[in-house]
């Protein structure tokens, strides 16, 4: 038997420090701290993922909104409801906050939190940067929504084409805000894809090796590293439309020799990838919600880990197809056309293992799986109007026509958005230790199914019919009036369903069911721990012996960490075999000063060129002061080699 | 399902502090060379378009920057690589006297190259704001300034530190082998500026 203290004089968790009191020891050391200051300080990826999620769903409802005022105006011919010059600004911020905002960030916050549970760790590596980036991407949805209130909403559309965003012709700051917007956002997804992947690769629990990692990780490790290739290209892009309009380069300007398709090509270099940095997070969730719903494990695991990396692959050879209209050589459209149509094979080879593990398992059609097959349904019609898209004769008919947004509100929304709904239902007992209502998820799920295909069926329609998107009204006569009509009706429906939603998460948060740990009896070793989690996450490390460790009997532990101080398990990137011991840092609020400087300096830079120079001081003085060590007298563990 | 857990592997006895890939600050540094580099290589691309599109390269009466800032600069850069691979062994080999030293010297090198590099922007013969070509050009330049002057106040804080107490603890050697490994990572990036400002517009 060891004694409690070891020879050295550290207290660790083991066979004889256990139970009860460890769980007090550790707590104390990993909890954040009292009040607004410890809420400020925390750097645990479960309280950060939990505000990230927070902020997303409220951005999620102010685009609502914005999309709401869209469709009254749309409702009728001729209407008058909002003027153009507003419209403008309305469809430019419902785009760019349902995917900068809300879609992208709602993804890092569900990976924030579920990742370490899900490999057996107790936090993110590099959990202040974790910090700093929520900091950010707080700063970036403010800098927008605040310039919107002021009249100085971005309304150059969300993908803010040059020349129309160049200084010529888009005066004044709102172009500006909308450029910054993207910087304080990319800086954000930045951090926290850098967190995530070394999370991935050096935290996993013993002996989950890459080839038993859940399929939700696998999808968020690909993704990361998407995210990491593509995100620089639209941070670039942007930085670029600014020094235009700011110091006069002429990147953009044709006169000059500039070029403004350089922009689209450094915009959709991003913007084709950042579709399946939304996408592939949600096939994650379906690929676990499959798993835990049916009781066996996803049919075909090496075919799925292989198709996620292949879509983050061929996501980068395609974004042409979105300048199909700008005129190429012919053999660019046959590349672009055969690339558009080869991804939807990866896709499709998920769709059919998805399927696969319904027929041949037990699925219990709760509301979790419900949105599951809600989003096949859905997702599967969206993806074929998008191999349609992919064809040049057709996308030259319905460029830039409703049809289009038909396409992509199908697959944002039935292949992210309903997936991501099934995903906040089977996690909210883990996430609030509360079960959602399974009678108000069900009549939710059926309300918003329904009323999403009257909403944005009818557009693909329309979009034949030649209606162009972003007008903001259309003469009476032209035959789109009914099934604009429709249309806005579901809208109406829609964001009832939604709102459902909403007060299903409330109601429950207050007075749902009591969750155990395990409630669905799902595999994961997320549901290992207690619903909500302790700060520290397990007692002792799970050691992970096959693909669905719950559904063993054996519970092998690893033991050994320190308690006194925050300490995580390095393990080695292929096999997670149990490496070395590093210190985890603390509760700190430099993150939020660091942010802070940062935010001053993005936000003075839109006026002059000189808060880039002036503004980098204070933004290097706080991230030395993060990086400067807090405690120099604490002596290190002497060095066991 | 069992309540009690199996004890199965002690992690007590795992090292605290490890270099090169075993590291977490080796697998940020790594993500982070991943990020710079895939602007860098953007604003190649970007380079190369507006090149394309240009009838020359530079466009007259424009003259291509002056050599002499710029290769010396290079040339120190290159040289630089002496003294920073034998901090990057101290601190591996935890030599904290040696480690100090370097370090002072590689602080002196980054002051050194941070004066060549002002040199360099008036040596460009063009202003940002002229063409694409000037804007092109200096949006290389400004890139890799904003890198390098990172890595020289890293390497300034490094050394600091790393004369107080804390600078006998493990950790720090690894903080200094990977400030080594960015530093690598600083000059290899800059051949190819070096290329493209300098000797592109000769060719062209």
Known sequence: MKPEYDPDGYRRDGPDFTGEPLHAKLTETWRDGPGLLGWIRSVDHKSIGRRYLVTALVFLALGGVLAALMRLQLSGAEREIIGPDRYNQIFTMHGTTMMFLFAVPVMDAMAIYLVPLMIGTRNTAFPRLNAFSY?????????????FVLNVGPDAGWFSYVPLAGPEFSPGKRIDVWAQMVTFTEVAAL??????????????????????????????????????????????????LLSDRL??????????????????????????????IIFLPAAGFVSEIVQAFTGRRTFG?????????????????????????????????????????????????????????????????????????????????????????????????????YFVVAHFHYVLIGGAVFPLLGAITYWFPKFTGRMMSERLGKVGFWLSFLSFHATFFPMHIMGIEGMPRRIYTYPAGMGWETLNLISSLGAVVFATSVGIFVVNMLLSLRKGERAPDNPWNASGLEWATSSPPPPYNFAHLPIVQDHTPMWNDERPVAYGLRVEDREMLISTVIEAVPDVREPSPNPTAWPLIAAAASTVLFVASMFTPWAVVIGAVPVAAALIAWFWPKDMNHEGEPVIE | MSDK????????????????????????????????????????????????????WPPPPFLPPELLAGTLFTVLLLLSELPNTLAKKAAESEDL??????????????????????????????LWYQNAYGSAVWLLLVLHTTHIATDWVDTLVLTALMHTKEGTKGRRFVDCAENATYWRFVWLVWLPMYALIYWLPRIA
């Open chain 2, 97 to 126: 006297p040696a480690l100090r030293k370097l370090l002072v010297v590689m602080s002196l090198v980054g002051l050194a190259l941070m004066i060549i590099r002002g040199f360099e922007f008036v040596s460009l013969n063009v």
């Open chain 2, 5 to 56: 857990p199996q004890f199965n592997i002690d992690l007590a006895p795992l090292p605290t502090h490890a270099f090169g890939h075993r590291a977490l600050t080796w697998w940020g540094l790594v993500a982070f060379f991943l990020i710079e580099g895939t602007a860098f290589a953007v604003a190649i691309a970007a380079y190369f378009y507006l090149m394309n599109l240009d009838p020359a």
């Open chain 1, 301 to 401: 695991y090496t075919a799925i880990v292989l198709a996620l990396i292949a879509t983050g692959l061929l996501a980068f050879g395609l974004w042409v197809h979105h300048m199909f209209a700008t005129g190429l050589p012919r053999l660019g459209y046959a590349f672009y056309t055969a690339a558009s149509m080869a991804v939807s094979i990866p896709t499709g080879i998920q769709i059919f293992c998805w399927l696969a593990t319904i027929w041949t398992g037990r699925p219990r059609f709760m509301v979790p799986l419900l949105w599951v097959v809600g989003f096949v349904v859905t997702f599967v019609i969206g993806g074929l109007s998008g191999v349609m898209l992919a064809s040049v004769p057709i996308d030259l008919q319905v460029h830039d026509t």
């Open chain 1, 191 to 240: 951090a926290v894809a850098v967190s995530l992947t070394a999370t991935i690769l050096k935290k996993r629990a013993p002996g989950m090796t890459l080839a038993r990692m859940p399929l939700f990780v696998w999808s968020i490790l690909v993704v990361s590293l998407m995210v990491i290739f593509s995100m620089p290209s639209v941070a670039t892009a942007s930085g670029l």
């Open chain 1, 247 to 276: 110091v006069g380069t002429q990147f953009y300007n044709s006169y000059e020799f500039g070029d403004s398709l350089l922009w689209q090509h450094l915009f959709w270099f991003f913007g084709h990838p950042e579709v399946y």
């Open chain 1, 135 to 147: 900091w950010m991407y707080l700063a970036g949805g403010l800098l927008l929504w605040i310039a």
